[in-house]
């Protein structure tokens, strides 16, 4: 057997993750080069600061603050830095000199995807980010390459560790959203600025990626609409259990069809919804991930696991790793993504889902009739009522008062219904005389 050189890889971050990659790297070099066909050297660390404390002991003439020299004469540069700049910019100079790309960087891969992955297609380099989706869980190369043959319909995922911890939290301790969140922070499952997760634009990104590669389309994290948990409140949580579902925060990615003319598009959103309890999703506990994936002729299929952690998401950096090398010793150029579909991105009104709207009404004769005309008049129709008594008509006045209007809150679960009509419907209900107060609409997934 003809024996292959070693091949340079340059890792720019040391963090949670590159220490990580680099300690396993070094601890299992014969074995990955075994599977590799070819060594893989670590030919050095660039990070910010080379004394800053490590949770690794690595050696330490490994360290270095100069980036860009590091990747020249690289074979394979593995990014583990974060952010945009300035892990473009080297990313970039990395492919454009035909090494191989390994990132982890979300952000990156949903902003500038494109862009990266024509400039390796230019040099014939490959860029792998498997680990940029739910860590740990495979999920990147199930839809570019297992998936490949089959035509997937529609992903529901929990890609935020963070925010399905906050929400099960609150379902299972019956914790306020801030009480929550508070423990996750305690807990590190939480950054000290949880804005990017708790309002959904770290989900928002993975929609992003999961929906482009699904969907064979370009899908630009601007048009991926997004709503965070900040808003989700415990009576939302307690009434989610009563009615037989928990409330998740979701990346949903959906091929939609146009009933009138047959055109296809791509939505792409991210939401706290209503799952039923017995959906596989439902069972996904604490800061795990998955994601539940329905295609065309393999069905239904989970992927689940940790969405996070430093070694856990090495596990992931070091298999694309080995993946990049084995193309170095077979040669020929890497494999491009398959963005040909064009789809057109459509906005949220396009979407179609079911919804459960609670209401706050005057309980007197024919309320009800006139709130499923109203539901019924803007397109959306009633699948189910639950109606609780909420004052007590029977208590007095006091001496000269008009008698109080007993209140009722009505559940109103709806049949799928576009997202447009809905809006302009609990509208409508919401300047109506007979509703009090529009205290919660939740769309229904998974159903
Ligand atoms: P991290 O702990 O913050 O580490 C970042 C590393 O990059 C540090 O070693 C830092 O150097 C280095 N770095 C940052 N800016 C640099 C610059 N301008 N020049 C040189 N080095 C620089 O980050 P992480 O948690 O490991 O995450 C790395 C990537 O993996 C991110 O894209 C993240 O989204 C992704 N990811 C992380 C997880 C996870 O569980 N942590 C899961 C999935 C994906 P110093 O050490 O000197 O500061």
């Known amino acids: ?11 720019l971050g040391a963090g949670s993750v590159g220490a990580q990659v680099a300690r396993l790297l070094l601890a299992h070099q014969d074995e990955l080069a075994a599977r590799a066909g070819a060594g893989l050297e670590l030919v050095g660390i660039a990070v910010r600061d080379i004394d800053a404390p490590r949770t690794v002991d690595l050696p330490r003439e490994l360290f270095t603050t100069d980036a860009e020299s590091l990747i020249l004469g690289a074979d394979i540069v593995v990014e583990l830095m974060g952010g945009i700049e300035p892990a473009r910019t080297l990313v970039l100079q990395a492919l454009n000199s035909g ?18 992955s024509d400039a390796a297609e230019q040099v014939g380099a490959q860029l792998a980010y498997e680990a940029a989706v ?68 770290d989900a928002a990104q993975k929609a992003a990626i999961l929906a ?5 389309t370009t899908v630009p994290i601007e048009q991926v609409y997004r709503e965070g948990i900040t808003r989700v409140t415990k009576d939302e949580v307690d009434a989610a259990r009563e009615s037989g579902h928990v409330i998740k925060l979701l990346a949903i990615c959906e091929r939609l069809t146009d009933p009138a003319t047959g055109a296809e598009g791509v939505s792409a959103r991210v939401y706290p919804a209503l799952v039923p309890a017995a959906h596989p999703l439902a ?21 689940y696991g940790a969405g996070a952690g430093g070694v856990e998401t090495a596990s992931a950096v070091l298999g694309d790793l080995v993946s990049v090398a084995r193309r170095h010793v ?37 309320v009800l009739a006139r709130i499923a005309r109203m539901l019924s008049d803007g397109g959306v129709s009633v699948e189910a009522v639950r109606q609780t008594i909420a004052s007590d008509p029977s208590e007095s006045p ?32 919401a300047q109506s005389d007979v509703v009090a107060a529009v205290t919660s609409v939740l769309r229904v997934e998974g159903s």
């Open 99 to 116: 090494a191989d790309v390994v990132t982890a960087n979300k952000a990156l891969i949903a902003t500038h995807g494109p862009e990266l």
């Open 134 to 201: 739910g860590g740990a869980i495979p999920i990147i190369r199930p839809l570019r390459d297992s998936l490949a043959g089959d035509r997937v319909e529609r992903i529901l995922g929990i890609v935020n560790g963070t925010t399905n911890f906050v929400l099960d939290r609150m379902h299972t301790h019956g914790e306020s959203l801030e009480t929550a969140l508070a423990v996750a922070s305690d807990l590190g499952y939480a950054e000290a600025d949880p804005t990017a997760d708790i309002e959904g634009y």
């Open 398 to 429: 006091a001496a000269g008062a008009a008698a109080p209007a007993a209140t009722a809150t009505l559940v109103i679960g709806t049949h799928p219904a576009p997202e447009s009509a809905l809006a302009a419907t609990v509208e409508a209900l």
């Open 283 to 303: 069972a996904v506990r604490g800061a795990h991930n998955a994601v539940f994936v329905q295609a065309s002729a393999a069905g239904d299929l989970m992927f």
């Open 1 to 11: 057997m003809i024996e292959y050189r070693n091949l340079r890889v340059a890792l």
């Open 212 to 216: 482009g590669l699904a969907f064979h």
């Open 330 to 366: 077979v040669g020929g150029p890497g494999v491009a993504e398959s963005m040909h579909a064009h789809l057109p991105v459509l906005e949220i009104g396009r979407a179609v889902t079911r919804y459960q709207i609670s209401l706050q009404v005057v309980d007197q004769p024919g």
